[in-house]
């Protein structure tokens, strides 16, 4: 049974535009977010993360949202660029947990 | 530099062997983790540590061993008991609970 589930395998967006990349989550205990970027054959790279205790964290072009009661975490990349192109996975952890549960992915192109 | 150091960063493993994969970092974290990445999937948790000389299993444990006699370094044994061993297997590290975890840029194991 799926904890964290991305919906969408893949997005395609024009350069420059928003990418809007989203998450669910089943457990209302989880009270740590994140979202990390890979690159076919590399490690995932943090990007951004949020705690419960929020509903929006900034970073650059990287805003992350949490919306609690409806369980989803989206991230948007304002303005997106070639090089945002990646698979993106979200992560979350709870209950004081140093376990992270991860999403399957999905997989962002940006068209130049 | 800070960083995670996986090697090889890519194996082939004949049937019914035993291989090590490495993990180092240098980066004074307590936790370790090992996760095991198949095309179009999330990443999934195999052990982790949260402090030298002490491991816990994840949710896919089976077929492999771990180590972690010294706080820099958490090997992974890939035993002849896990039967598709063919994965990209990723190494992170944590400081603590509230921060985000780092990786490594991973192993690429394969069966001859």
């Known amino acids: 049974d799926q904890q964290v589930k991305q919906n969408s395998p893949s997005l395609s967006v024009q350069e420059g535009r928003i990418s809007i990349l989203n998450c669910d989550y089943t457990n209302s205990m989880f009270d740590y977010f994140l979202w990390y970027k890979k690159y076919p054959a590399e490690g995932p790279t943090f990007l951004i993360s949020i705690s419960s205790i929020k509903d929006k964290n900034e970073d650059g072009r990287f805003t992350v949202f949490l919306n609690k009661s409806a369980k989803h975490l989206s991230l948007h990349i304002v303005p997106s660029q070639p090089g945002d192109s990646a698979v993106y996975f979200c992560?979350?952890?709870?209950?004081?947990?140093?376990?992270?549960?991860f999403g399957s992915g999905t997989r962002l192109l940006v068209r130049p | 530099d800070g960083g995670i150091t996986q090697s090889p960063k890519y194996l082939f493993r004949k049937e019914g062997q035993n291989v090590t994969l490495s993990c180092e970092q240098n980066?004074?974290?307590?936790?370790m983790y090992w996760y095991r990445q198949d095309p179009g999937q999330g990443l999934r948790l195999i052990y982790y540590s949260q402090i030298v000389n002490d491991f816990q299993k994840g949710d896919i444990a089976e077929g492999y061993s771990v180590s972690r006699e010294k706080k820099e370094s958490f090997p992974l044994t890939v035993t002849s008991a896990q039967k598709n061993p063919t994965a990209f297997y990723l190494c992170?590290?944590?400081?603590?609970?509230?921060?985000?975890?780092?990786f490594g840029d991973g192993t690429r194991l394969s069966i001859l």
């Open positions: 992560a979350v952890a709870g209950d004081s947990s140093y376990k992270l549960i």
């Open positions: 980066l004074n974290h307590d936790a």
């Open positions: 992170a590290s944590r400081q603590g609970f509230g921060q985000p975890q780092h």
